[in-house]
């Protein structure tokens, strides 16, 4: 069963940041990329998203501190929260496992209420059942009441 990863960029060439993020990882599935509305902080540039289906033999948390790893060599800095980033890597669900840890909670306990989330990890995996919640992918994206904008490349 696959690890989930949600990927976000809209600085410097976010293309190009999603692909160097991407290739340090075993990859199973990949969503397309999708040009999304800012959250939460409104002034800053869109975003391109995506999602990838990966394995990985790390523990979660380790696999946390991989990612965390990956975006401060890619230069993220955390200076505004929601705010703008090179590289946002976010473990979504690691199989159908539950993590409830200061430093990482799993699945990603906002995923059902994120549009630019729902929409690359429904292309991927319409029929993965969240752990908690009970319900497909394909049902919370039906149901998610973000109406931020959401276009796929």
Request: proline residues 8%; hydrophobic residues 40%.
């Amino acid at each position: 069963m696959p690890i989930y990863l949600g990927l976000g960029s809209n600085l410097g060439d976010p293309f190009k940041n999603l692909s160097e993020a991407i290739a340090n990882f075993a990859v199973l599935h990949q969503s397309s990329i999708y040009e999304t509305e800012p959250v939460g902080f409104l002034a800053q540039p869109w975003f391109l998203n995506a999602v990838i289906g990966i394995d990985s033999q790390l523990s979660p948390l380790a696999l946390l501190e991989f990612c965390q790893a990956i975006e401060n060599r890619m230069g993220r800095k955390r200076e505004i929260p929601k705010g703008p980033r090179t590289i946002d890597i976010d473990l979504l669900f690691y199989e159908n496992r539950t993590v409830n840890d200061p430093l990482l909670t799993l699945p990603h306990p906002q995923i059902q209420h994120r549009r630019f989330v729902l929409e690359p990890l429904n292309e991927i995996a319409p029929d993965f059942l969240h752990p908690v919640l009970n319900r497909t992918i394909a049902e919370l994206l039906r149901d998610c009441k973000d109406g931020s904008i959401v276009r796929k490349l």
